[in-house]
């Protein structure tokens, strides 16, 4: 028990990756569209154990309160608007007719892209464990005060992209009001 | 404790999932899932990257890159609505008036 306990504990990561991974190719499978948005839902979460598993503690927090309190329920209110309504077209095809030569692209693409990247991906000088280096990050220790520290990091140092981002986020709010509103005002 | 190899490993192939369900899925709503898919495996490795030197840089990107994210998601789904309520439907085949 103990040692099944420390292996877990070992490769938390690549259990997180292998259901993200497992959740992902559900999302693209599934046939109905509640569906896929549940496996969209059960890979952001093991995305956001993998994030909790490199350290980044508020990343991962804000991904579970990001996508599966945000984002999710966004999905589901529009599959729910839009797929609900009729349910006729379930027995129709799922993959779009150039799904025949689009795979078989995507499949060579990925072969062409570890080929081209095997020593980064797999080569010996990728394979020591990540580790932190302290004191690279101006006297804060980026796993043990995790949140000061990608505080000061958006504050301090990345402030006006932060901004920017707040302009955007504004703009696509007015967009989205605009673009989903009916005609008659 | 996680490798580079394995981080990078798993990036690539939700990188490469999402890249298939945006080009093979007919549904505009699968379409943005994708989307979103790659962008996370995006953040994966801005904080592998983050991790590797110590630094935070990464992470505070891989926040941003979550705004965008959200962001576009917004965007997206008001233009799927948009869509069904002027053409009544939500399938990328069925979307062809470019076409010559």
Do not use: W
Not at chain 1, 36 to 65: K, P, Y
Not at chain 1, 78 to 102: D, R, S
Request: aromatic share 8%; hydrophobic share 65%; proline share 1%.
């Amino acid at each position: 028990m103990e040692a099944l306990l420390a292996s877990i504990a070992k490769n938390i990561f690549v259990i997180f990756g292998l259901l993200a991974v497992g959740g992902a190719t559900a999302m693209v499978a599934s046939r109905s569209a509640v569906h896929s948005v549940l496996a969209f839902l059960f890979a952001m979460l093991n995305i956001a154990g993998c994030f909790l598993a490199l350290g980044a503690e508020f990343l991962g927090m804000a991904q579970i309160l990001v996508y599966a309190g945000g984002i999710v329920v966004l999905f589901l209110f529009v599959v729910m608007l839009v797929e609900m309504a009729k349910g006729k077209e379930t027995n129709k095809a799922v993959f779009t007719a150039q799904a025949k030569v689009a795979a078989p692209v995507v499949v060579a693409g990925a072969f062409a892209f570890l080929a081209v990247f095997k020593d980064t991906v797999f080569g010996a000088s990728a394979a020591q464990a990540l580790t932190l280096k302290p004191g690279l990050a101006e006297g804060l220790d980026v796993a043990r005060n995790n949140a000061q520290a990608v505080s000061r990091g958006l504050f301090a140092d990345y402030l006006l992209p932060f901004e920017v981002l707040s302009v955007i986020l504004l703009v696509a709010l007015v967009g989205a009001v605009v673009l989903a509103k009916t005609e008659r005002v | 404790m996680a490798t580079m190899n394995a981080v990078l490993f798993f990036s690539f192939l939700l990188f490469a999932i999402g890249c298939a369900g945006m080009l093979v899925r007919r549904n505009a709503l699968v379409m943005l899932m994708s989307a979103e898919l790659m962008l996370n495996a995006a953040n994966l490795n801005l904080i592998a990257f983050a991790r590797h030197s110590g630094t935070v840089t990464g992470q505070a990107f891989a926040l941003l890159v979550m705004g965008f994210a959200a962001a576009e998601v917004a965007v997206g789904l008001a233009l799927v609505v948009a869509l069904y309520r002027r053409k009544d439907t939500v399938n990328a085949d069925d979307l062809n008036l470019l076409k010559g």
